[in-house]
């Protein structure tokens, strides 16, 4: 680079260029880093953006866990309300079965007790007189 037989005013354009494209070189790097700096607001922007979102669907999901637990609640009291009253008509059928057997039996019952008494098969039964037939002569 330098050798002794290079005149000074070849070394100082030398060294001008050089500083010209260090200048140049230099404003590139500056120009690189405000557009780095730039990105980055951007970037921090955005992310902004996005833990806010993440912060609003965090918010959601808990009111609908909130809004389904809630719905459990309901349904489990609908269920016990609904089982209860399946029960009652239950117990109220089985009475009511065994009130109908209870009058089967009475009525089977009184209709023996009616058909082997005395008075009812003299008046049920006639009287049964023998038919002569006689021949005409």
Request: aromatic fraction near 4%.
């Amino acid at each position: 680079m330098y050798s002794p037989t290079q005149s000074t005013e070849t070394k100082v354009a030398i060294l001008e260029e050089k500083i010209n494209s260090s200048d140049q070189l230099l404003s590139k790097i500056q120009s690189a880093i405000d557009k780095l700096i730039e990105a980055n607001t951007n970037v921090i922007k955005m992310l902004a953006v996005h833990d806010e979102k993440i912060e609003h669907c965090s918010k959601v999901d808990d009111r609908i866990s909130m809004m389904i637990g809630e719905l459990k609640e309901e349904n489990r009291e609908q269920h016990e309300t609904v089982s209860d009253r399946i029960e009652k008509i239950e117990i109220k059928l089985d009475e009511f079965v065994k009130f109908r057997w209870i009058i089967v039996g009475i009525f089977i019952l009184a209709t023996f007790a009616i058909s082997q008494s005395a008075v009812v098969v003299d008046i049920l039964t006639p009287d049964s007189s023998g038919s002569i037939i006689q021949k005409n002569k």
